[in-house]
Structures are given as structure tokens and as C-alpha cells.
């Protein structure tokens, strides 16, 4: 019973970890992008 | 009763050899890391540091309770981002007129990040003479990150490769930091884009390039709110 608990925790756990790095890593290729998208526009 | 000394017996040469093991890897690593965590001397501690990778998977291989591989490479990795950083801003903020630091923080600066390059050294705060990275916001960072997130996680990073639960927790305090820095410092370039890529080398893509290596908190997150926590001891 509590192994299942666990598990279903641990299960949880890794999907939230999986989200966080798509959020992330979204975020960072975003900020990457529109960096780019400020070189375009200047004389950089 | 025999066989019960024996048995311990046993085991206790298991684990002194196994030790032994570690240690005969671990300083090869240190060596190299130290040596990459300068940052000019990285290329001469890579050969240091994949050799004692080698001798430690040989000696897992060999049926020693060696440290898990992925332990050693998160430790490792993160003692020689925390080192580079700490060093190189330390550089910037403590010895910012030293012939090494012109050279190359400013030689970085020039190809990566114009906040290294233009008016370097020419900062001042009030009638006090600061001198290094002129870039707004650049010193603050440097003080904050190196004090408050650095070297706790260099420490962390230590107590995680003597497989130590504070070192385990301490390094997932730190990653969640590098949350707040990764952000932060990058809407601060964002922001003041014109100072830090104009007229510089490889301008915007060259700064992603070289610094994406550092998202090591990242990368280590999932491990360690995922791995089984016994196997740190108190």
C-alpha cells in the first residue's frame, strides 16, 4: 500500500519535473529568439 | 562464529577496497577540475578528469561500491561552473587591472559581450574607482551570485561527492537558484541589449553558445528530486 503511495508520488514527481523543463527551456529559446530578433532590427 | 569473521572479514576489505578505489579516482578528478574550474588551464585538466573517470567506471566494473556515475559527473560539473564563475567575476571585481584579466576578460568581452569590452575598467561608483564589467547591473550580479549562490554550491557540490544528504540538499537549494540567475541575468542583457552586443564579434548567438553550458542546475533538477535519498547518509 504505501510502496504504491510512493510510486504514485514518485510518478508525480517526474511529471512535474518534465513540465518545469519544458517551461524552462521554452523560456530560455524565447528570450534567445528575441535577442535575435533585437540584432535584426539594429546595427549590431 | 568462524564463518561470521570471515564474512565480516570479507566485507571489510570489500569496502577499504573499494574506498582506496575512490580516493585513486577522485584525485585525478580533483586535479583536472581544479584545473578547469581556472578556466585558461581547462584544456590541460580534461585528459586529468576523463582519466579518473576511466579508473572509477573500471573499478565499478570490478565489482567495487564505487560513487554512481551520474554523481560524480553532477558534482564535478557543478564544482567547475561554480569555480569559473566565482573566479572570473572575482577577477573582474577584486583584480581588474591584472594583465591576465585584461587579456582575456576583455579579449571574452570583445567576441561574446560588449559588457566585458566597452568602457571596461572605467566604472566608478561616486569618487570610488570600481573599474572591470561597466555593464548596469553587471556588479551587482557578480557580488550577489558569487556570495549567495556560488560558493554555498561549491560546497554543496562537495558534500554531494562524499555522498552527504546536506550535500544533496544544498545542491537542490542552489539548482532552484540557478532558476532566479538564469532568469534574471538574462532579462538584465535582455534589456540592455544595445551594451552587450554592439560591435562585438558574434554578436547575441556567440554569448548563447559559450554560456548554455552553465544550465547544469537544470540538467541535475530531475535527478535529484527523483533519485532515492537513502543512498546519502546523514
Redesign the interface.
Known sequence: MSKKIVSEQDRRRKKAMIVFQVLLYSYLLGLFLFQLHLYSLSDW | MATTTNVFGAYNAHQDESKQAQWRADKWMIGGTLLMGTGVLGIFGLPLFFYGLWLQMQAAKAGLSVRPLIVTLIGYLVIIDSSLNSLGWAMDLFANHSLINRVLTSGWGAVFDGGYFWHYNELKMGPYTIGGAGAPGEKAWEISLILACFCPRLAAAIGLLQMKRWGQQWLIVTCWMG?IV??GY??N??FY??VR????TF???GW?IYDIFY?TP?LA??YL??VNREIFTD
Open positions: 532558476l538564469w532568469i538574462n532579462l542583457m535582455t541589449a544595445d552586443y554592439a560591435n562585438i554578436p547575441v548567438w548563447w544550465i537544470f533538477l530531475p528530486h527523483t
